[in-house]
């Protein structure tokens, strides 16, 4: 039998999960595990770049697992860990630090983003983040990566240092790929839709976290910016209309064109009513299996357990090979 190809992503414990998020990438994650050998990580030393507060940070670390699992991702047919169990993580990024080029992670404009967004605390880990994303992705040897279209910068850069490494000594790591899906790869924010829907928005009225609930979520639909027109119509420059277009699109499974035609003549308000039952209704759900999830700590536990040795056991050998390749001694 032919071996599945493999598929790594991961996402930072660092807020709320939003619909960003679940539509971005958690959503595809579903989708590709049937097809693909599965491995995500909930990255909580990416998270650490920005100030944490300690209590928090494992609270959403849990929270992360336990959405992953509720969204549908099957720890039985995937890999599931957080990356701080598995020490390889650490260890590799160090490597590629060695081959990645100041300039180049300079150029990266979520480094960019971020330390004009936390000027008190521009540290050498938010410089070095893409270094740390690289080596998850290719300690795996992952042949796509399911991502949100903001992630395709580090991408091409884990693509340009992976090559580097196997120009210099030969085919070490496979050369990964992005997969980014067309309508859910930038939900934008419910207030400003000129930017990107996040969980570390000061402005909990931009985004729909996962698990608002049932009447949060409503109302933050239904207040959502629109421009002045009336029409529900997806079209260049109506970037509200258009955002809420794609948002019920993903959770219904219908085209843009079978929404115009249902809500020809409807106005504003009449969808964005749908939209937000729409939404609630599909989250519902997940919020149910999520708190049963919250109430059984052992089970994650194990869920963390058993995904940190399958996780190191497939690192470790990729780990063992750069070390002896950079010319380490082995003991
Ligand atoms: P933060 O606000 O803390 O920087 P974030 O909300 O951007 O976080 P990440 O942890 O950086 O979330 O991203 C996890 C995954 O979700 C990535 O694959 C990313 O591309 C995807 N993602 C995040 N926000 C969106 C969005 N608004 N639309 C589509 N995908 C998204
Ligand atoms: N940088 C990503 C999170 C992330 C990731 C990864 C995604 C860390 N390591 C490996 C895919 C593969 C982000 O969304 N900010």
Known sequence: ????????????????????????????????????????????????????????????????????????????????????????????????????????????????????????????????????????????????????????????????????????????????????PENSKKIMSLSDPTKKMSKSDENPNGFVALLDDRDTIIRKLKRATTDSGSEVVFAEGKDGINNLINIYSCFSGKTIKEIEREFEGKGYGFFKAAVAETVADSLAPVHAEFDRLMADKPYLESVMKNGASQAFGMARKTLSKVYRKVGFTQI
């Open 1 to 180: 039998m032919e071996e599945k190809k493999r598929i790594f992503s991961g996402i930072q414990p660092s807020g709320a999960l939003t619909i960003g998020n679940y539509l971005g990438a958690i959503q595809n994650w579903v989708k590709l595990q049937e097809d693909y050998q599965s491995i995500f990580c909930v990255v909580d030393m990416h998270a650490l770049t920005v100030r944490q507060v300690p209590a928090e940070l494992r609270r959403r670390t849990y929270e992360t697992l336990a959405i992953y699992i509720a969204s549908g991702i099957d720890p039985e047919k995937c890999t599931l860990f957080v990356q701080s169990h598995v020490p390889c993580h650490a260890e590799l990024a160090w490597i590629l630090n060695c081959y990645t080029m100041f300039g180049e992670l300079s150029r990266m404009t979520q480094f960019k983003d971020k330390s004009a967004k936390h000027a008190d605390n521009v540290n050498a880990g938010l410089f070095t983040y893409p270094s740390l994303m690289a080596a998850d992705i290719l300690l795996y040897q992952a042949d796509l990566v399911p991502v949100g279209i903001d992630q395709k910068q580090h991408i091409e850069l884990t693509r340009d240092v992976a090559e580097r490494f196997n120009g210099i000594y030969g085919q070490t790591f496979t050369i990964p790929e992005g997969f980014i």
